[in-house]
């Protein structure tokens, strides 16, 4: 977990493709999501905001990137 002032981030490698991405965070907050594939592209998917620690994402087709949360 990187901390950036008093804000704190997190950032999600998902390796394997994945059409749903469970993510815990551990923040203690519900974060905004912004998620990338692999060439970095901007990727939009349904954030489910499950506790104030885990998040699951879903999109319309698998793939692997990443994830960035504050």
Not at 28 to 40: H, Q, R, T, Y
Request: proline letters at 3%; glycine letters at 8%.
């Amino acid at each position: 977990m990187k901390v950036l002032g008093k804000s704190k981030t997190y950032i999600h490698d998902q390796g394997n493709p994945s059409d749903v991405w469970t993510i815990e965070h551990n923040l203690g907050k519900f974060p905004s999501v912004s998620v990338v594939d692999s060439a970095n592209s901007i990727v939009t998917g349904e954030v489910q905001y499950i506790t104030k620690h885990k998040i699951k994402v879903t999109f319309t087709s698998g793939f692997s990137g990443k994830a960035y949360l504050n």
